[in-house]
T-cell receptor, first 110, second 113 residues
Framework: RKEVEQDPGPFNVPEGATVAFNCTYSNSASQSFFWYRQDCRKEPKLLMS???SGNEDGRFTAQLNRASQYISLLIRDSKLSDSATYLCVVKWTGGFKTIFGAGTRLFVKA | DAMVIQNPRYQVTQFGKPVTLSCSQTLNHNVMYWYQQKSSQAPKLLFH???????NEADTPDNFQSRRPNTSFCFLDIRSPGLGDAAMYLC????????????FGPGTRLTVL
């Protein structure tokens, strides 16, 4: 089993749609969680950190479920510019070990 | 203003010919990371430096080495590149520890002929 797993997609959605991605992790000692966005042939860029209580940033909402060991990302009112690969990132306690998921590809169409 | 800079952006080398990729940062961050990312795959952590302390991932091949002569610069040396080493190499930094955001450079795309 991979340490961090994501549905690779692609998710094809129309503009204005709501779309959600999940990411599961295997190590219960994981403590820090992030969503990064990566455009084609570009570097990953931080979208948002994921806090235990859940957090929202504009159209984006992140949730953490420790009991089931997954995090989620919800995108409301999708824009064409949201088309990208969304990478889930998990860090272990007490070290710098950083595990990326392989990403979920999103295509938003007009 | 660029904060994490990688040079070159594209590198072509021959099978077995050593190559060095460079990364510099203007953030004065303590931690610098090197990742390898192949097409449609997750970035894979190769190693990181916390200040001068080098930390190698257990599954990083010996073919990959790194140097950090000062806070601002970090180098990735591939001693004998193989065809399987063709990938995007990403440098990242973070201020302190594992809770901090990582800032990525634009990457160096390595081609091995």
């Amino acid at each position: 089993r991979k340490e961090v797993e994501q549905d690779p997609g692609p998710f094809n959605v129309p503009e204005g749609a709501t779309v959600a991605f999940n990411c599961t992790y295997s190590n219960s000692a994981s403590q820090s969680f992030f969503w990064y966005r990566q455009d084609c042939r570009k570097e990953p860029k931080l979208l948002m950190s994921v806090y235990s209580s859940g957090n929202e940033d504009g159209r984006f909402t992140a949730q953490l479920n420790r009991a089931s060991q997954y995090i989620s990302l919800l995108i409301r009112d999708s824009k064409l510019s949201d088309s990208a690969t969304y990478l889930c990132v998990v860090k272990w306690t007490g070290g710098f070990k950083t595990i990326f998921g392989a990403g979920t590809r999103l295509f938003v169409k007009a | 203003d660029a904060m994490v800079i990688q040079n070159p952006r594209y590198q072509v080398t021959q099978f077995g010919k050593p190559v060095t990729l460079s990364c510099s940062q203007t953030l004065n961050h303590n931690v610098m990371y090197w990742y390898q990312q192949k097409s449609s795959q997750a970035p894979k952590l190769l190693f990181h430096y916390y200040d001068k302390d080098f930390n190698n991932e257990a599954d990083t091949p010996d073919n990959f080495q790194s140097r950090r002569p000062n806070t601002s610069f970090c180098f990735l040396d591939i001693r004998s590149p193989g065809l399987g080493d063709a990938a995007m190499y990403l440098c990242a930094t973070s201020r302190e520890d594992w809770t901090d955001t990582q800032y990525f450079g634009p990457g160096t795309r390595l081609t091995v002929l």
